[in-house]
């Protein structure tokens, strides 16, 4: 298995300009998720979804969409870029569609540069 | 929503000494507490979890204690030895769907 995946590594955008962080896992998990990673604070909840088809906010929602057409791919978009969106973002998957309260595994994150 | 504070932000220890890093926590209805280790350049690893309904719990070299009265959960390193440093990340869920992180804990292991 390959776990979990995010393309691309790295991303530079300009202010405005959207794009779509890519996450795929191959483990038939329910539950998925997206956190944005910065320095002291920790990882921050941006959306999650227990299922194809279903998806909810998390902590840090605003300007961040999702969807889950299929169990194994959760994209992430960025709608209009904005400097404050400078981060490290992680997806992460569980078995369990309760998956906040199970073990989840992570990807290798994205680095996005917001300039 | 839960609010998760962690302590201390940076640790550095002798090898073979013990490490402590201490997570509080605010809503009372948190159940779930898991411990994440997350090495350069990559994404966090689950490393030990407990549930409410137990105080303590041990894998090797790794323990987590509960204080379900105080809102306080640490872990505990053993015996630390170089690979043991990492950036470690306590957490907390008070419902099913949504984890709330601490800011983390870089642990330097000194040789």
């Known amino acids: 298995n390959a776990g979990v995946t995010q393309t691309p590594k790295f991303q530079v955008l300009k202010t405005g300009q959207s794009m779509t962080l890519q996450c795929a896992q191959d483990?038939?998990?329910?539950?998925m998720s997206w956190y944005r990673q910065d320095p002291g604070m920790g990882l921050r909840l941006i959306h999650y979804s227990v299922g194809a088809g279903i998806t909810d906010q998390g902590e840090v929602p605003n300007g961040y969409n999702v969807s889950r057409s299929t169990t194994e791919d959760f994209p992430l978009r960025l709608l209009s870029a904005a400097p404050s969106q400078t981060s490290v973002y992680f997806c992460a998957s569980s078995y369990s569609g309760r998956g906040a309260s199970y073990e989840q595994y992570f990807g290798p994150g994205t680095r996005l540069t917001v300039t | 929503g839960e609010n998760v504070e962690q302590h201390p932000s940076t640790l550095s220890v002798q090898e073979g000494d013990s490490a402590v890093i201490k997570c509080t926590y605010s809503d009372s209805a948190s159940n779930y507490f898991p411990w994440y280790k997350q090495e350069l350049g990559k994404g966090p690893q689950l490393i030990i979890d407990i549930r409410s309904n137990v105080g303590e719990k041990k894998d090797q070299r790794i323990a987590v204690t509960l204080n379900k009265t105080a809102k306080h959960f640490s872990l505990h390193i053993t015996e630390t030895q170089p690979e043991d440093s990492a950036v470690y990340f306590c957490?907390?869920?008070?419902?099913?769907?949504?984890?709330?992180f601490g800011a983390g804990t870089t642990v330097t292991v000194r040789a």
């Open positions: 957490a907390s869920c008070s419902n099913d769907y949504k984890l709330s």
């Open positions: 483990m038939n998990h329910e539950y």
